[in-house]
């Protein structure tokens, strides 16, 4: 969108829509599925690649998923959208 001035307002006009029967959300869907499994040692941690929750992957790939009009029950991807619920202050070091 174009502002008075000539510059960008940075609002997303549009979303992406992808066929749901394409190569790449099938694959995503995949995926997902397998980090949506839980480690059954650590259940704060994705059981196929170990990482903390929410799974990285698993959330990119919700994201390809429901561009394709797909959700998966259980889906991390809300959570990894959401800030921290504590942030550190990241304090130059001292020179």
Do not use: F, K, Y
């Amino acid at each position: 969108m174009t502002t008075a001035g000539g510059g960008t307002s940075g609002n997303i006009i549009g979303m992406l829509h992808l066929d749901p029967d394409s190569v790449l959300v099938t694959t995503a869907a995949e995926l997902q599925t397998r980090h949506l499994e839980r480690d059954p040692d650590d259940p704060a941690r994705c059981g196929a690649c170990g990482a903390l929750l929410p799974c990285p992957v698993e959330a990119a790939a919700a994201l390809v998923c429901r561009a394709g009009g797909l959700w998966l029950e259980g889906d991390t991807l809300v959570d990894a959208l959401e800030p921290p619920t504590q942030l550190i202050a990241i304090l130059p070091a001292a020179v």
